[in-house]
């Protein structure tokens, strides 16, 4: 049914090859969460959101296919690519019109790269991407209430959608988010709870509520991932069918990380692109586990020293224990990449560099641009394989405060 009109919209999809039965919550019935690490399998549509190991979970569906030409077809939103998504009804398709964000040529030291403009997406950031399809599955299985936790654009997205499905949220940030991020997610009528501490706090917090409500992580729950994967579906898309030689994403919690890797992957395995392109993850040298674990070859993100846990302008990414670190760490190795460390200032120069070409982002959408900055004097060699893509991830609405500070309006 309709979100606004209450009827019952005509699939663009319907009776395409992929497109799966339904059972009458919305399921299919090969829908399940698996864990990499034991093998455990849990049904999709329950409440499990992490392993009894205490692994993360995957999503374990259908073999994603592939068409340029039926894609073309299509409404220009996150479903074009259904045969490569979780099955989802049509009256369940929650959506602000996201997705087909601009990817757009720049050009800095003889060198040009594109910039993928996730900072347009309906709430202002790519973690539309993942509410989207999260909450259209969410609403096909009938669940009527969700808590999340979040440091602020995962918070001011899923209450948007969550708005739009009728689903009722709370949302549990820490006491340091940004005040901007919140009134998105109150605006939008979540209850919005202030937790002392941590990030790390604040999760722990959400778990312990996760009692009556579903937990509609955009960390655990895979289903979260399985959005955020159409930023590669949809790169893919804009260069005809191709792959770029590497992608350059800022990395806290690694959602988009991963959502590109799986993505990349997907393509690869439908035999519509021939690899997975270098992945570069950035982080900020105040917040850098991955980035440190990586460089001494660890498996597991690098614990950080007492004080050094979150000290960055770039909050979105101040993670000082990421769930899914092992996966993040695997992913990037796997494609060839590396991790980059960047201080704020260098992030500030890439926000400011941004502004003055009408990409207004917040320090943490620059992350990306401050790790081209710095790569690119040690691996030029990627121009010559293909275009490079940097992630821009977030408006610079989200933390206006920090920009009147630096501007010293």
């Not at 409440?47 to 205490?54: A, E, K, P």
């Not at 001494?296 to 846990?309: K, V």
Request: net charge neutral; with cysteine; aromatic share 8%.
């Amino acid at each position: 049914m309709d979100a606004d009109s209450g009827r019952t919209p005509r699939d663009p999809y319907e009776g395409e090859a992929g497109i799966q039965k339904e059972t009458g919550r919305g399921e299919d019935a090969r829908d399940v969460f698996r864990c990499q690490a034991c093998g455990a399998a849990y049904p999709a549509a329950g409440t499990t959101w992490r392993c009894r190991c205490g692994s993360p979970l995957e999503w374990a569906g259908r073999e994603p296919s592939f068409s340029l030409e039926a894609i073309r077809t299509r409404p220009a939103d996150l479903w074009r690519y259904a045969e490569a998504l979780p099955s989802v009804p049509a009256w369940a398709r929650v959506s602000l019109g996201e997705g087909m964000t601009p990817l757009v040529e720049e050009r800095r030291g003889g060198r040009s790269f594109l910039l993928k403009l996730d900072h347009l997406m309906p709430t202002g950031s790519f973690k539309d991407r993942g509410s989207a399809v999260m909450v259209s599955l969410l609403r096909a299985w009938g669940i009527d209430a969700v808590v999340e936790d979040s440091s602020g654009n995962a918070a001011a997205s899923l209450a948007a959608y969550a708005a739009r499905a009728g689903i009722d949220c709370r949302i549990l940030v820490p006491e340091s988010a940004s005040p901007a991020k919140l009134v998105q997610a109150q605006a939008a009528g979540a209850r919005v709870v202030r937790v002392p501490g941590d990030r790390q706090a604040t999760a722990r917090a959400a778990e312990r509520e996760a009692v009556g409500r579903y937990y509609a992580s955009h960390v655990w729950n895979p289903l979260f991932m399985e959005g955020t994967q159409t930023a590669a579906f949809e790169i893919w898309e804009q260069l005809e069918g191709r792959v770029p030689a590497a992608v350059v994403t800022p990395v806290g919690n690694g959602s988009l990380l991963l959502g590109l890797a799986r993505g990349f992957q997907a393509l690869r395995r439908a035999r519509v692109a021939s690899q997975v392109p270098t992945l570069i993850g950035v982080q900020a040298k105040g917040c850098a586990p991955l980035a440190r674990a990586f460089a001494r070859g660890d498996e597991r993100p690098a614990p950080l020293e007492p004080g050094d846990q979150g000290r960055t302008v770039a909050e979105g990414i101040a993670v000082a224990r990421p769930a899914r670190g092992t996966q993040i760490l695997r992913a990037v190795r796997e494609s060839g990449g590396t991790f980059l460390e960047v201080d704020d200032d260098g992030i500030w120069q890439a926000a400011e560099w941004l502004a003055r070409r009408g990409c207004f982002v917040e320090p943490t959408g620059a992350a990306a641009v401050a790790g081209l900055f710095q790569w690119r004097a040690v691996a030029g060699a990627a121009w010559e394989e293909g275009p490079v893509v940097l992630m821009v991830t977030g408006s610079g609405l989200k933390q206006a405060d920090a920009w009147r500070g630096r501007m010293g309006a």
